[in-house]
């Protein structure tokens, strides 16, 4: 391998290399840091060698070489304004864009056909599930109804939808 001596000193490329090779140094993990982004150099800072610049060179060096080999970690989003990785993400309903709605299950009473949420299937202070439509007990899934899917309500438009859409505000000038 060769090193120029103004590129890496090359004792600390041996260490180095010496860490990984006894597996000291199995892989170099990422830490996250909101304000910074990912760094890398943390593992090495702790083993006392090399700068975190020519650390890192080095180990491109070794992954064009094939001695090393790059794995995808994480991915994540970044706003394109400012390239901030912190975020609030807001869930809204897709047709009003309120935050005001609510997640049910929808039943198919079986005997009649009547599909709503398993919220209107209720009868107050009885605790039996009766069919809106037909006024008869709902007694046992799979034989008088059925629970079809999740779904959200909205409570300011009250449309239905099956997942709500996501709003992300950059938080990145506050960091």
């Known amino acids: 391998m060769e090193m120029s001596s103004d ?15 006894t597996g000291t140094l199995s892989e170099i993990k990422p830490k996250y840091n909101p304000v910074t982004g990912y760094e890398y150099c943390s593992e090495l800072s702790r ?30 989003a970044s706003c394109r304004n400012c390239g901030s990785e912190v975020f609030i993400v807001r869930a809204t309903c897709p047709y009003c ?42 007694k046992q899934q799979g034989i008088d109804f059925l629970k079809a899917a999740k779904i959200y309500k909205c409570n300011s438009c009250g449309d239905f939808f099956s997942a709500p859409s996501l709003i992300y505000r950059c938080l990145g000038v506050w960091v």
Not at 7 to 21: G, K, Q, T, V, Y
Not at 124 to 129: H, R, V
């Open 7 to 21: 590129r890496w000193s090359r004792p600390e490329a041996l260490r180095l290399l010496n860490l990984m090779l």
């Open 47 to 76: 083993e006392g060698i090399l700068s975190c610049r020519e650390a890192l060179a080095l180990i491109e060096k070794l992954v064009e070489m094939g001695v090393l080999r790059k794995e995808l970690h994480d991915t994540v």
């Open 97 to 138: 864009g309120s935050l005001n709605f609510s997640k049910g299950v929808v039943i198919e009473h079986l005997v009649c056909g009547y599909i709503g949420l398993e919220e209107d299937f209720h009868r107050e202070g009885s605790g039996k599930k009766i069919c809106p439509k037909c006024r008869k007990e709902l």
